[in-house]
């Protein structure tokens, strides 16, 4: 059957011409000049309007730096040692729910809130050689005098750190900084995510950080073996006790609980850097 005089087939590889005048100002509405949208809609050839929608967008660099930002997010996202994170990940869930959780719950039923509030500032207390050091290390003198400060009042009127009249009274907030972010401060990247047994989401760097920290810490000269390794599981039964509700809300959250809890911890290590 023979096609009416002045009828061409289309192309069966040009797509209509509304699909390529929408994509063509989709393209470009947020980045080219008005007159040059209202250009492309008076264009006769679909396949004009897109080739000149393709030249604007590699003559402005626009897909060089879209190729540049997925290669970026792309290494940002690797993670080479997520098969082991998410093992241990999965352990350390396990080891909170059926131990740490029931032995937290039932201290916590036993103390009541002042005495575990009183027993966690203890333990904060023991640490000011670490905080002292790291507010040194990141120039950072008031803090370290702040901290200085908090020590001998609430090692002495506070009797060794049950109680806070540095804070009380005079107003002096802790400072928190350890090695990791003294590192990160100076320029040394975290590295790859690793999530440490019983201890949790952790990265390279604040792992090594880890060692000058054991260090500094008084409770590392008790006599290693049972009598140091009690007391380490006490603190973090009754740090646990404090917040038993934190946990489970972290994890209704989460809809994948491993990259949800990788991804926290490096954006708050990131923000305690930046601080």
Known sequence: MSEPMGFEPPSQAQPPESVSL????????????KDQVLALINQDTPAETERWVMDEMESDGFMDELDSE?????????????GYNRIMTGFNDWFYLSILF???TGWNWVAPEPVRTSLYRFFHNLLYPIR???TLLQAKPLAAIEETGRFVLNSTVGLLGLFDPAKAWFGLEPHNEDFGQTLGLWGVGAGPHVVL????????????????????DPV????????QLGIRSFNQVNESSLDLQGYESLKRDAVDLYPFLRDLYEQNRTNAIKE
């Open 22 to 33: 929408n994509l063509a100002k989709l393209s470009i509405q947020h980045f080219a000049p």
């Open 197 to 216: 047994p019983f201890l949790g989401p952790s990265n390279l760097r604040d792992t090594f950080a880890m060692v000058p920290e054991w260090q500094l």
């Open 102 to 104: 029931p032995v937290a």
């Open 70 to 82: 997925f290669e970026e997010e792309k290494l940002d996202d690797s993670d080479p040692l997520e």
């Open 132 to 134: 002292f050091v790291n």
């Open 220 to 227: 590392t000269y008790v006599k290693p073996g049972t009598k």
